[in-house]
């Protein structure tokens, strides 16, 4: 199962984290500052994959922004490039061409999307098209809420 | 600002935002930051009709704070709020806060759980996956004990949308990762298999990241899903691209899916029925000719995600073991990857050759590839593939290229990099030992090794050459030969001095005879390099020199000047001082009949595991896989060796362990003096075992005893003989830290556990066992946790409490078997033994526990941490009531006193602490003198009860302490003094 996904920049800011593992606050930041150095470091051409600890560190960088997986042992790691792939995939037919500004304003969305095709450090939804729509459904429940909010707030109910 | 996507996102959000990102400085940051984290709190705080959107939109700016690296320690109050709302957005807000932000720890846990828990059983299915997702984010204990028995009911039920199905399996497989025991297999479980059937491939996906880890832990519950897998696989890999539609990835078909199949059959053996197995190799061949079509696109995904499903029938096929054909066109498929042109593909080819290297039916063919993989070591720009290259080389090593490997690993170790160093260093050191082309190559190829790498080569390879070279004597006069030239060079490593004092001190006389090495110039040699070493090296050459005095009588005077040295008989070092004291007066004292006797050559060892194959398994875990595999099916399994060696606890003799009692000495804890223990560490190397002599353990840190001087039993052949009275204080001062190594960990059992009832029993590389224990009058309960440290289950997982002797009268014992016999590699096991104390008693019971570990039997003996004082109870009572007491145990045999050199550093709260702990009620103002204490207690034993009153009197000054115990009964005196002897 996959322990943890890291999304951070080429200046080394993070931009998105989730945790599959509890982890002590103090332990994660430690995590990130060590892993996002060692990978910073490496060259283009280089080997996406490298042992760290117990796990095996599965990384790819696009564009401006590197995407971190931390795998088990046995997990595949090839696969675990392509589930990053996906990723980037729904982020960018849900943004439309994505860039890293999108994923730092609507961060949120980010999270919901990797909530769709990843749940608890498995995959849950490989299909792209089952993914966006059930994005597009949430989407749909916010357009509503929103909708009646308008709606009372013309009425001048807060 | 870019365009917001979709919805009416929050403004205020969006707005603070571009506030931080048009910050100049971090200072303007942090500024701008707190002004908002001042009004969050405030709002927070003040505005108790604070709406919904209000609350989300804040709890969003605390989240993205957060992501900016600072700490969040408020808003969880109105996130959990959020969690209730019942407009989907504010929902869904409050989910993402909590599955980020809240720690399992938290005291919010109960209201979050209950939140969840009103979502869970709604009719609304996407609030239901909402906390199912938050479920499986967090997954802690509280949520799985509150949560886990509702899951596996939305996955069977039929009224379950397929995407709540997808979540509830993967929210259930994390709670069974969190806490197994919450989630017991029921008539659910069959249910799940059949999961494996179902029309929608999401749901199969998920189902079967369940059902693979729920059948490593009871593969039983789900045989029957190796034949749903495999029919499952077939219609997949035999499926056109378009077939699957969606689930299809850049032209190839579920890979996810297929690799989760893949890896499910990976816990079975292969099927039997024939059929079934037909039909699984038709998928592996059919994934095997895949790999050779030429590519449906060009993309590096349509590459990735065949070859990830090719990799992953790659392991199956070496799992099983079994299909001479797939295992070779599998190595011959791996063979091409090692020449492609990603790195990535090159990197996992290497990874995986090196698995098929230890099968029998793909090693020859994995040889093959030596020379590819010789060039990746050289040309490979990255350091990760070239460890995994140096791995494959170690793999494929054997008798017929171990000579060439050896020799390219020797030329790539001058230019490798600093971090993969020591690992080579190990592995050469063990190919040379494990396939030495003969005694003298591998001679060379350690003084080689030591003199390219003379930092990275540990104690223990430089021990096992030493050991080699008295073992076989047929090479011991070519090691003379050649430590004598190496250590000609201007410029040699310490670890060759090393090498060479201990060889040149055994064997020295065998090149004695050339006019170039004669006696006088080894010592000089020798000498000229003493001043610039360290003082265990100096310690050693001492020890050589003692030696030479006897090998060479003829320049006994010039040895003894060395000896003689004030540098020497006046060092700082005890250790060094002693040295050259002892053997200055043994060279004077003894005739030279004695000194031959004393200094006679060392015995042969035993033969025993090599002692750096244990280093490298213990740096890297994954290299015993190999090791054991191939020990099953060589003549020569390292079976219980390897275990007992590293087995920190000494095995009781009434229980002996064959291997523990071959080896002459009881092993010592520490790793590094393992083998060659206490026969070449430190200065009892000079002392052969002969019937008068034995060599004692010097534990590795332990300052170095000389020789023993406490009377430990002859059956450990560790009769001690003080060589110079003079120093018998100094023995003396060091009893406590190293009491004989025979009951050495028994003696720390008791210390830790006299005192405690939690606490880590026991722990090597495979296992850890945790102990927890509750007593009560004469009756107490313990816990035993067992954790297998490894990924592999221990099979056949037997613990039985013994008590030997007559304990089996003083104490009950009832030891709840295991439900299971097979825990599982990263699972915990619980045992609960229940004791009941009959009368007192001194010796512990023994715990033993068997074990399969990939096939080898493991045995473990332990002592459990069941004392006497465990069942004493303390006793409040005044000063005239416990001298009333005290005088009338007067009888003889009611009272024992002992006056002891305190072990600890004398500290009135330690003790204190120690005394509370061991169960006595401290009677303070009892004793005049303030420094004294005085207590009084009750053991309760069935038969009888015994009162005890104590008084403890330190003696700062000399650092040492006076117990007087009295009970009214003469056995229970004695334990228990035996017992806090050990505490202070």
Same mark, same amino acid.
């Not at chain 1, 990978?39 to 042992?51: D, G, Y």
């Not at chain 2, 603070?16 to 940051?29: G, L, P, T, V």
């Given at each position: 199962?996959?322990?943890?996904?890291?999304?951070?920049?080429?200046q080394?800011?993070?931009?998105?984290?989730q945790?599959?593992?509890?982890t002590?606050?103090?332990?994660?930041? /430690?995590?990130?500052r060590?892993l996002i150095t060692?990978?910073?470091?490496?060259?283009?051409?280089?080997?996406?994959?490298?042992?760290w600890?117990?796990?095996?560190?599965?990384?790819?960088?696009?564009?401006?922004?590197?995407?971190?997986?931390?795998?088990?042992?046995g997990d595949?790691?090839?696969?675990?490039? +392509?589930?990053?792939?996906?990723?980037?995939?729904?982020?960018?037919?849900?943004?439309?061409?994505?860039?890293?500004?999108d994923?730092?304003?609507?961060f949120?969305?980010?999270?919901f999307?990797?909530?769709?095709?990843?749940v608890g450090g498995?995959?849950q939804?490989?299909? /792209? /098209?089952n993914?966006?729509?059930?994005?597009?459904?949430?989407?749909?429940?916010?357009?509503?809420?929103?909708?009646?909010?308008?709606?009372?707030?013309?009425?001048?109910?807060? | 600002?870019?365009?917001?996507?979709?919805?009416?996102?929050?403004?205020g959000?969006a707005?603070?935002?571009?506030?931080?990102?048009?910050?100049?400085?971090?200072?303007?940051?942090?500024?701008?930051?707190?002004?908002?984290?001042?009004?969050?709190?405030?709002?927070?705080?003040g505005?108790?009709?604070?709406?919904?959107?209000?609350k989300?939109?804040?709890?969003c700016?605390?989240?993205?704070?957060?992501?900016?690296?600072?700490?969040?320690?408020?808003?969880?109050?109105?996130a959990?709020?959020?969690?209730?709302?019942?407009?989907?957005?504010?929902? %869904?807000?409050?989910y993402?806060?909590?599955?980020v932000l809240?720690?399992?720890?938290?005291?919010l846990?109960?209201?979050?759980i209950?939140?969840?828990?009103?979502?869970?059983?709604?009719?609304?299915?996407v609030?239901i996956?909402?906390?199912?997702?938050?479920?499986?984010?967090? &997954?802690?204990?509280?949520?799985?004990e509150a949560?886990?028995?509702?899951?596996?009911?939305?996955?069977?039920?039929?009224?379950?949308?397929?995407?709540?199905?997808?979540?509830?399996?993967l929210?259930?497989?994390?709670?069974?990762?969190?806490?197994?025991?919450t989630?017991?297999?029921?008539?659910?479980? %069959?249910?799940?298999?059949? !999961?494996l059937?179902?029309?929608?491939?999401?749901?199969v996906?998920?189902?079967t990241s369940?059902?693979?880890?729920?059948? %490593?832990?009871?593969?039983?519950?789900?045989?029957q899903?190796?034949?749903?897998?495999?029919?499952?696989?077939?219609?997949?890999?035999?499926?056109?691209?378009?077939?699957?539609q969606?689930?299809?990835?850049?032209?190839?078909?579920?890979?996810?899916?297929?690799?989760?199949?893949l890896?499910l059959?990976?816990?079975?053996?292969?099927?039997?029925?024939?059929?079934?197995?037909?039909?699984? @190799?038709?998928?592996? +061949?059919?994934?095997?000719n895949?790999a050779?079509?030429?590519?449906?696109?060009?993309?590096v995904?349509?590459?990735?995600?065949k070859?990830?499903?090719?990799?992953?029938?790659?392991?199956?096929?070496?799992?099983?073991d079994?299909?001479?054909?797939?295992?070779?066109?599998?190595? @011959?498929?791996l063979?091409?990857? !090692?020449q492609?042109?990603?790195?990535?593909?090159?990197?996992?080819?290497?990874e995986s050759?090196?698995?098929?290297?230890s099968?029998?039916?793909?090693?020859?063919?994995?040889?093959?590839h030596?020379?590819?993989?010789i060039?990746?070591?050289?040309?490979?720009?990255?350091?990760?593939?070239?460890?995994?290259?140096?791995d494959?080389?170690?793999g494929?090593?054997?008798?017929?290229?171990?000579? +060439?490997?050896?020799?390219? $690993?020797?030329?790539?170790?001058?230019?490798?990099?600093?971090?993969i160093? +020591?690992e080579?260093?190990?592995?050469? =050191?063990?190919?040379?030992?494990k396939y030495?082309?003969?005694?003298?190559?591998y001679?060379d190829t350690?003084?080689?090794?030591?003199?390219?790498a003379?930092?990275y080569?540990?104690?223990?390879?430089?021990?096992?050459?030493?050991?080699?070279?008295?073992?076989?004597?047929?090479?011991?006069?070519?090691?003379?030969?050649v430590?004598?030239?190496?250590?000609?060079? *201007?410029?040699?490593?310490?670890?060759?001095?090393?090498?060479?004092?201990?060889i040149?001190?055994?064997f &020295?006389n065998?090149?004695?005879?050339?006019?170039r090495?004669?006696p006088?110039v080894?010592?000089?040699?020798l000498?000229?390099?003493?001043?610039?070493?360290?003082?265990?090296?100096?310690?050693?050459?001492l020890?050589?020199?003692i030696?030479?005095? @006897?090998?060479?009588?003829?320049?006994?005077?010039?040895?003894?000047?060395?000896?003689?040295n004030n540098?020497n008989l006046q060092?700082?070092?005890?250790?060094?001082?002693q040295?050259?004291?002892?053997y200055?007066q043994?060279?004077t004292?003894?005739?030279?009949?004695v000194?031959?006797?004393?200094?006679?050559?060392?015995?042969?060892?035993?033969?025993?595991e090599s002692?750096?194959?244990?280093?490298?398994?213990?740096k890297?875990?994954?290299?015993s896989?190999?090791?054991?595999?191939?020990?099953?099916?060589?003549?020569?399994?390292p079976?219980?060796?390897?275990?007992?060696?590293?087995t920190p606890?000494?095995? *009781?003799?009434?229980?002996?362990?064959?291997? $523990?009692?071959?080896?002459?000495?009881?092993a010592p804890?520490?790793?590094a003096?393992?083998?060659?223990?206490?026969?070449? =560490?430190?200065?009892?190397?000079a002392?052969?075992?002969?019937?008068?002599?034995?060599?004692?353990?010097?534990?590795?840190?332990?300052g170095g005893l000389?020789?023993?001087?406490?009377?430990t039993?002859?059956?450990?052949? @560790?009769?001690s003989?003080a060589?110079?009275?003079?120093?018998?204080?100094?023995f003396?001062?060091?009893?406590g830290?190293t009491?004989?190594?025979?009951?050495?960990?028994a003696?720390?059992l008791?210390?830790?556990f006299?005192?405690?009832?939690?606490?880590v029993l026991?722990e090597?590389?495979?296992l850890?066992?945790?102990?927890?224990?509750?007593?009560?009058?004469?009756?107490?309960?313990l &816990?035993?946790?067992? &954790?297998?440290?490894?990924?592999?289950?221990?099979?056949?997982?037997?613990?039985?409490?013994?008590? *030997?002797?007559?304990?089996?009268?003083?104490?009950?014992?009832?030891? /709840?078997?295991l439900?299971?016999n097979?825990v599982?590699?990263?699972?915990?096991?619980?045992?609960?033994?229940?004791?009941e104390?009959?009368a007192?008693?001194?010796?512990?019971?023994?715990?033993?526990?068997?074990?399969?570990?990939?096939?080898?039997?493991? %045995?473990?003996?332990l002592?459990? *941490?069941?004392?006497?004082?465990?069942?004493?109870?303390?006793?409040e009572?005044d000063?005239?009531?416990?001298?009333n007491?005290?005088?009338?145990?007067?009888?003889?045999g009611?009272?024992e006193?002992?006056?002891?050199k305190?072990?600890?550093?004398?500290n009135?709260?330690?003790?204190?602490?120690?005394?509370?702990?061991?169960?006595?009620?401290?009677?303070?103002?009892?004793?005049?003198?303030?420094?004294?204490?005085?207590?009084?207690?009750?053991?309760?034993?069935?038969?009888?009860?015994?009162?005890?009153?104590?008084?403890?009197?330190?003696?700062?000054?000399?650092? $040492?302490?006076?117990?007087?115990?009295?009970?009214?009964?003469?056995?229970?005196?004695?334990?228990l003094?035996?017992?806090?002897?050990?505490?202070?």
């Amino acid at each position: 199962m996959m322990k943890f996904m890291l999304l951070f920049s080429r200046q080394g800011k993070v931009r998105l984290q989730q945790w599959y593992s509890a982890t002590q606050e103090k332990e994660k930041k /430690k995590i990130m500052r060590e892993l996002i150095t060692i990978i910073l470091a490496r060259k283009p051409k280089m080997c996406s994959f490298l042992e760290w600890k117990e796990y095996k560190i599965v990384y790819k960088r696009y564009a401006s922004l590197y995407f971190c997986c931390a795998i088990e042992k046995g997990d595949n790691e090839l696969l675990t490039l +392509e589930i990053i792939h996906r990723y980037v995939e729904l982020l960018d037919k849900y943004f439309g061409s994505v860039c890293e500004l999108d994923i730092i304003f609507n961060f949120e969305k980010a999270y919901f999307i990797l909530d769709e095709l990843l749940v608890g450090g498995e995959i849950q939804e490989t299909s /792209k /098209k089952n993914c966006l729509k059930a994005i597009a459904a949430q989407d749909l429940l916010q357009e509503e809420a929103d909708a009646t909010r308008n709606v009372l707030e013309e009425m001048g109910l807060p | 600002m870019p365009t917001v996507a979709k919805g009416d996102a929050m403004r205020g959000l969006a707005v603070f935002i571009s506030d931080i990102r048009n910050c100049k400085s971090k200072e303007a940051e942090q500024k701008r930051i707190n002004k908002e984290l001042a009004n969050i709190r405030s709002k927070f705080k003040g505005d108790k009709t604070l709406d919904g959107y209000s609350k989300k939109k804040y709890v969003c700016k605390l989240l993205f704070i957060f992501l900016l690296g600072h700490d969040i320690d408020f808003g969880h109050m109105e996130a959990v709020n959020l969690l209730s709302s019942n407009k989907y957005t504010e929902k %869904q807000i409050g989910y993402l806060f909590i599955s980020v932000l809240v720690n399992t720890e938290s005291e919010l846990i109960r209201l979050i759980i209950q939140a969840i828990k009103n979502d869970l059983f709604t009719r609304n299915p996407v609030h239901i996956c909402l906390a199912l997702q938050c479920i499986a984010n967090i &997954g802690s204990k509280e949520m799985a004990e509150a949560l886990a028995p509702e899951i596996p009911k939305l996955i069977v039920s039929g009224e379950t949308l397929d995407a709540v199905k997808q979540s509830a399996c993967l929210c259930l497989l994390r709670l069974f990762r969190t806490s197994p025991e919450t989630v017991p297999s029921g008539e659910w479980t %069959q249910r799940v298999g059949h !999961l494996l059937n179902d029309q929608h491939l999401g749901v199969v996906t998920s189902a079967t990241s369940l059902i693979h880890t729920l059948a %490593q832990k009871t593969p039983e519950d789900f045989r029957q899903c190796v034949q749903l897998a495999i029919s499952r696989l077939s219609r997949i890999v035999t499926s056109s691209y378009t077939d699957l539609q969606d689930y299809t990835y850049y032209f190839v078909p579920a890979p996810w899916l297929s690799v989760k199949l893949l890896r499910l059959l990976q816990v079975y053996p292969p099927p039997e029925d024939p059929a079934m197995r037909g039909r699984l @190799n038709e998928c592996l +061949e059919t994934i095997l000719n895949k790999a050779q079509e030429p590519p449906k696109s060009k993309k590096v995904q349509h590459s990735n995600a065949k070859n990830a499903v090719l990799f992953e029938a790659i392991n199956l096929i070496i799992h099983h073991d079994t299909e001479p054909t797939l295992l070779v066109r599998a190595c @011959n498929q791996l063979g091409q990857f !090692l020449q492609h042109r990603e790195t990535n593909l090159r990197y996992l080819a290497l990874e995986s050759m090196c698995l098929l290297a230890s099968s029998e039916f793909s090693h020859e063919a994995v040889k093959k590839h030596m020379d590819t993989v010789i060039t990746a070591l050289k040309t490979e720009r990255d350091v990760s593939v070239r460890q995994r290259a140096v791995d494959l080389l170690y793999g494929m090593c054997d008798k017929s290229n171990a000579e +060439e490997i050896v020799a390219e $690993m020797l030329s790539y170790l001058e230019t490798a990099d600093y971090s993969i160093r +020591e690992e080579m260093v190990l592995k050469v =050191a063990i190919l040379a030992e494990k396939y030495p082309v003969d005694y003298t190559w591998y001679v060379d190829t350690i003084l080689n090794l030591i003199r390219i790498a003379g930092d990275y080569v540990s104690d223990e390879v430089w021990y096992r050459v030493i050991q080699i070279v008295i073992n076989r004597d047929d090479v011991q006069g070519y090691a003379a030969k050649v430590v004598f030239e190496a250590l000609q060079a *201007p410029a040699c490593h310490e670890n060759m001095v090393k090498v060479g004092g201990y060889i040149l001190g055994e064997f &020295g006389n065998l090149i004695a005879g050339d006019q170039r090495s004669s006696p006088m110039v080894q010592f000089q040699l020798l000498h000229s390099k003493y001043h610039l070493c360290s003082a265990p090296t100096r310690g050693l050459l001492l020890s050589t020199y003692i030696k030479f005095i @006897n090998l060479f009588p003829e320049i006994k005077g010039q040895l003894q000047d060395v000896l003689r040295n004030n540098n020497n008989l006046q060092n700082a070092d005890a250790e060094l001082q002693q040295r050259a004291i002892e053997y200055l007066q043994l060279s004077t004292v003894a005739s030279q009949d004695v000194l031959a006797t004393v200094l006679e050559e060392m015995p042969p060892f035993p033969e025993r595991e090599s002692s750096i194959l244990a280093k490298l398994k213990k740096k890297k875990p994954n290299v015993s896989d190999i090791e054991v595999k191939e020990g099953k099916k060589s003549s020569n399994p390292p079976t219980l060796n390897n275990s007992a060696a590293n087995t920190p606890e000494a095995t *009781p003799a009434s229980a002996p362990v064959p291997v $523990m009692a071959a080896a002459p000495a009881p092993a010592p804890v520490q790793s590094a003096s393992d083998d060659l223990l206490g026969l070449s =560490a430190g200065p009892a190397a000079a002392v052969p075992v002969t019937n008068n002599f034995a060599a004692p353990a010097a534990p590795a840190g332990g300052g170095g005893l000389l020789v023993d001087v406490f009377d430990t039993p002859p059956a450990q052949n @560790n009769v001690s003989t003080a060589l110079a009275p003079q120093a018998e204080d100094n023995f003396f001062n060091m009893a406590g830290e190293t009491a004989p190594s025979g009951d050495a960990s028994a003696t720390e059992l008791d210390g830790r556990f006299a005192i405690k009832n939690n606490g880590v029993l026991f722990e090597n590389e495979l296992l850890q066992i945790g102990v927890k224990a509750e007593y009560k009058g004469n009756l107490g309960r313990l &816990g035993l946790f067992y &954790g297998n440290k490894t990924s592999y289950p221990f099979q056949f997982f037997t613990p039985t409490v013994s008590c *030997p002797g007559e304990l089996a009268s003083a104490l009950n014992v009832q030891t /709840k078997p295991l439900d299971v016999n097979t825990v599982e590699g990263g699972a915990q096991v619980q045992q609960i033994i229940n004791v009941e104390c009959i009368a007192d008693f001194l010796d512990a019971p023994i715990l033993s526990i068997k074990f399969s570990y990939s096939g080898s039997m493991q %045995q473990i003996n332990l002592m459990l *941490p069941v004392m006497l004082n465990k069942f004493f109870e303390p006793v409040e009572m005044d000063a005239t009531t416990f001298f009333n007491r005290w005088k009338q145990l007067n009888s003889p045999g009611q009272e024992e006193q002992k006056i002891f050199k305190a072990t600890y550093p004398i500290n009135q709260d330690n003790s204190r602490t120690k005394l509370l702990g061991f169960g006595f009620g401290l009677l303070d103002g009892v004793d005049p003198n303030p420094d004294n204490f005085v207590g009084a207690g009750i053991i309760k034993a069935q038969s009888s009860q015994v009162g005890c009153l104590l008084r403890l009197e330190p003696n700062m000054q000399a650092q $040492m302490y006076r117990l007087t115990l009295r009970t009214s009964s003469n056995s229970v005196t004695t334990r228990l003094a035996d017992l806090l002897l050990k505490l202070f």
